[in-house]
């Protein structure tokens, strides 16, 4: 029910992001990509607008809802991409190899068992074509596990409010806790909750997962404008070859 609702008001609370478009757009042309995925698509944002760059774009996602509204942007946009629901465990499925991928926007730490993890990177890495690159992005867990519980900034838009908080319980398990306010335009308000559990990875844990799946240079920023990574960063921001 949370993710059907969330899936409605997905891209006014998560717009698109020039900055994020400008950082893949550089890594992906400088290697002289072409055909790149974005695993855990959501709506379809960034392969959207990497196809609009000229990219070969495909997009796969683990919830229906998603897919379906990425299908219709890209239908009503008139801009082709290939969007299909799929776990990013196993992007292999679509039987194609590629020049970059991306999986951005935290969705790695829905992945609770460090098996697969390992078997996600794995799995990337197989699909990436010699000098490859992927994109991977998540939340500076190493600064939230020290911190204690920790409200995100809030999402406040026209009729909307999105409030998010972690809950470190222990070094291997998180709670992330999401409230969704809708008012409509007739003053009426509906309120939905959620609770899901993450897997705060650190640094240094991802680092490893990385080479073991079998990439070779990474490097690792606190954010898409190539800020240096901190133990202060709010991201982590993270290019393996």
Known sequence: MFYEQLA???????????????????????????????????????ALELARLGYEAYGTDIEPQMVELAKEKAATHKVAVNFSVGDMREPQSLGLTFDGLLC?????????????????????????????????????FDRILSLGDTDLPLIERKGLRFLRTYRPQGSEKLVFDSVLEVTAENG???????????????????????????????????????GNYSHGSQALVMLAE
């Open 188 to 226: 009426v308000s509906q309120r939905f909750k959620n609770s899901v559990e993450l897997r705060p990875i650190r640094r240094a844990d991802l680092e490893d997962a990385v080479h073991r799946a079998g990439f070779s240079a990474v490097k690792t920023f606190g954010d898409f404008k190539y």
């Open 8 to 46: 409605k008001y997905y891209d006014v609370v998560f717009p698109s992001e020039p900055g994020k478009i400008a950082f893949l757009d550089r890594e992906f042309k400088t290697r002289g990509a072409g055909r790149i995925l974005d695993l855990a698509c959501g709506t379809g944002t960034y």
């Open 104 to 140: 951005i926007g935290n969705s790695l730490a829905h992945l609770l068992d460090e098996g697969d993890l390992d078997k996600a990177l794995a799995a990337m890495r197989s699909v990436l074509r010699d000098k490859g690159v992927a994109v991977l992005q998540i939340v500076n």
